[in-house]
């Protein structure tokens, strides 16, 4: 039921828990808790400080505290982070001059919605005889969840690039990384529509001038070529008709 999220790790050329390294990351933290899809950020900014000094769960619950604290102890901030059992190796790194901002997106509701009915509906199918009207519904469900998906991984890809976008104006300042599912999966399908075009784009030209070089005909280069773009173009048009969705492997039978 949790939703996904990316990390951003930030490790300033200053010492992190001076001011001026926690100016740059309040900055980050705010612009990236901008983006849109972003829910919420957190940092070593924004949570709890439960040891520095410690404090009972009425305190705590009454007024939380956190590093921006006009009054907190910083050293003992940065003893929590690095010595608490909730907080250790997950926020600060153990030299404490790396931390992560996580950044929790948006739970896709209209998505677990879409699936959950569709798959629903399937699963009546298999083991019971759907109405005229359900088999209806799961046709429709079917293509409304088809295109929220692409929509949503065209969001997706965005997000990503906006969190990028925000991090290369602080890459001066800081050494920063981006991770994530989210961001595996844009990067992937980058890397394979780019793969495709390079490679494509060469095997084409290889082909072109050993069919040139064997036959020394036109006829003979056009012919052959022909052929094969037709059929590479049949059958993606047969899977974009058929609805498939082409995994890493398969979508390099081009």
Request: charge should be neutral.
């Amino acid at each position: 039921g949790g939703s996904d999220f990316l990390v951003v790790t930030y490790t300033p050329n200053t010492p992190l828990f001076e001011d001026a390294a926690l100016q740059q990351l309040q900055g980050l933290h705010a612009e990236l808790a901008a983006i849109e899809g972003v829910a919420s950020v957190n940092s070593i900014l924004n949570v709890p400080l439960l040891y520095s000094p410690k404090r009972s769960l009425r305190e705590m619950a009454k007024a939380p505290r956190n590093l921006l604290d006009p009054d907190v102890d910083r050293a003992l901030a940065k003893a929590e982070f690095l010595q608490s059992p909730i907080y250790r190796k997950m926020i600060l790194s153990p030299d404490g001059e790396t931390t992560a901002l996580q950044l929790n997106l948006a739970v896709d509701h209209q998505f677990i919605a879409l699936v959950t009915e569709r798959d629903n509906l399937r699963l009546k199918k298999r083991t019971q005889n759907l109405t005229a009207e359900e088999d209806m519904r799961l046709q429709a469900v079917s293509a409304e969840f088809l295109a929220h998906r692409l929509a949503a991984e065209k969001a997706s890809h965005a997000r990503v690039q906006s969190v990028r976008d925000v991090v290369a104006q602080y890459r001066g300042d800081a050494q920063i990384f981006v991770g994530g599912i989210t961001m595996i999966t844009a990067d992937m399908i980058s890397f394979i529509r780019q793969d495709l075009i390079v490679f494509g784009g060469a095997a084409l030209l290889f082909m072109v001038i050993v069919l040139g070089v064997i036959f020394r005909s036109v006829k003979f280069v056009l012919l052959p070529m022909i052929t094969c773009v037709s059929a590479v173009t049949m059958t993606l048009g047969i899977v974009c008709w058929a609805g498939w969705h082409l995994t890493v492997i398969s979508s390099n039978f081009v």
